[in-house]
């Protein structure tokens, strides 16, 4: 009995120093993880073929939200940013109508900027903005009145041209406007298939939460084949970088 009891003791201690330690790692990893998730790096995934053909639906995401200046929980506020969002670059945000939703957009438009539309092509402070990454617009796509009238009322505080009297902006001829201080202007890039800043405005720049990283994993999202997730992967996007 007591050679037996003697025998157990250093097991169980040895068990216990193991569990103790196992359970350090796995908090250590757990607090690793969420600080990266937090400050650095966090997934997303496409849910919409706004941004077709640069991002595609089932395309997942590491967003890098330290550029920018990620958010501190709970207090909410943000660390020192890198540096600031550039023209050009596809961005992450808190939607303006829905800030428990991320959205994907282009930045065509920073504070000061003058930007309009005509018959489909974007010009920026005067200048046609070169935009390899468009999809086509089909110039017969417009809105219905109650949408161009709502596009009308976020514009005219921002409108820069002659006075607007009977202005009726449409989905591919509006402006020119003047992206306002600590704001920016985003468009989706197939233009046809996106709810962007046309519809609803400008984009805080509080609400910019980082920019892609990589594709790191895609498949075909709208396939109707069983398993698509496993069966339908497009390779050719894994680890490609959005641009």
Known sequence: MTKSASS????????????????????????VWMTLRTFVVEAFRIPSGSMEQTLQIGDFL???????GAEVPLIHKRLPAVREPERGEIIVFDSVEDPEMKVVKRLVGLAGDTLEMRAGTLFRNGVEVDEPYAVPVDMNLGEDPLMRARMREWQLDAFAGTPPGRYLPDLHDWGPVVVPADSLFVMGDNRDGSYDGRYWGFLPRSNVRGRPLLVYYSYDAESFSRMAFLKEVRWDRVFTVPR
């Open 8 to 31: 157990t003791a250093p097991r169980r201690r040895a068990i216990g120093r193991w569990l103790v330690e196992w359970f350090k790692s796995i908090a250590i990893a757990l607090v």
């Open 62 to 68: 590491f967003v890098n939200k330290f550029l920018y």
